[in-house]
């Protein structure tokens, strides 16, 4: 089993529609989780991080973590073409974990 | 300021050749990262520095050396490199390498062609 599983996409959404994007980890013990953005050719870009049960929101982004679950999401409303990038769901287990990525893409 | 900054943006060596990247940041973070990432891979990890000491080598070939001259500067020499070694290299750093203050903020990369 991989220590963080996300589903590979990709993932299509109409302009304006909300992008949900799941991320399930295997480390019962990991404490802090976070979701990086990274564009074609670019690097990862840090764009949320939550460390405790329940949802935090910044914007136009929602994170949700369940803890007895072991699952961890994002919530992306009023998608914009813009969002399109892949995006990584990393856990530290002590060191930082990521997982393949989801592929997202927003249709105008 | 939650910039890491990496030199070079692109860098093209043969495999006889010897050659370094560079990290630097200025945020006072006290852990500092190499990843590697293949195209539409995740970013894999290769080395941390924690307070200036290596912590972990992640069963890195040693044809890759890491460096931490200062808690700033990190850099990563190389040399008798493969085609396959053509990747991506990222660094990252982080004001603690655990508890509540691990996020991890990354350099822009730097893109290696190994020929």
């Known amino acids: 089993q991989k220590e963080v599983e996300q589903n590979s996409g990709p993932l299509s959404v109409p302009e304006g529609a909300i992008a949900s994007l799941n991320c399930t980890y295997s480390?019962?013990?990991?404490?802090?989780f976070f979701w990086y953005r990274q564009y074609s050719g670019k690097s990862p870009e840090l764009i949320m991080s939550?460390?405790?049960?329940g949802d935090k929101e910044d914007g136009r982004f929602t994170a949700q973590l369940n803890k007895a679950s072991q699952y961890v999401s994002l919530l992306i409303r009023d998608s914009q073409p813009s969002d399109s990038a892949t995006y990584l769901c990393?856990?530290?287990?002590?060191?930082?974990?990521f997982g393949a990525g989801t592929r997202l893409t927003v249709k105008p | 300021d939650t910039e890491v900054t990496q030199t070079p943006k692109h860098l093209v060596m043969g495999m006889t050749n010897k050659k370094s990247l560079k990290c630097e940041q200025h945020m006072g973070h006290r852990a500092m990262y190499w990843y590697k990432q293949k195209a539409k891979k995740p970013p894999e990890l290769m080395f941390v520095y924690s307070y200036e000491k290596l912590s972990i080598n992640e069963s890195v070939p040693s044809r890759f050396s890491p460096e931490c001259p200062n808690s700033s500067l990190l850099n990563l020499h190389l040399h008798a490199l493969q085609p396959e070694d053509s990747a991506l290299y990222l660094c990252?750093?982080?004001?603690?390498?655990?508890?509540?203050?691990?996020?991890?903020?990354f350099g822009p990369g730097t893109r290696l062609t190994v020929l």
């Open positions: 939550i460390y405790s049960n």
């Open positions: 480390d019962r013990v990991s404490q802090s």
């Open positions: 990393a856990v530290n287990t002590g060191d930082m974990r």
């Open positions: 990252a750093s982080s004001q603690d390498r655990a508890g509540s203050n691990n996020e991890q903020f």
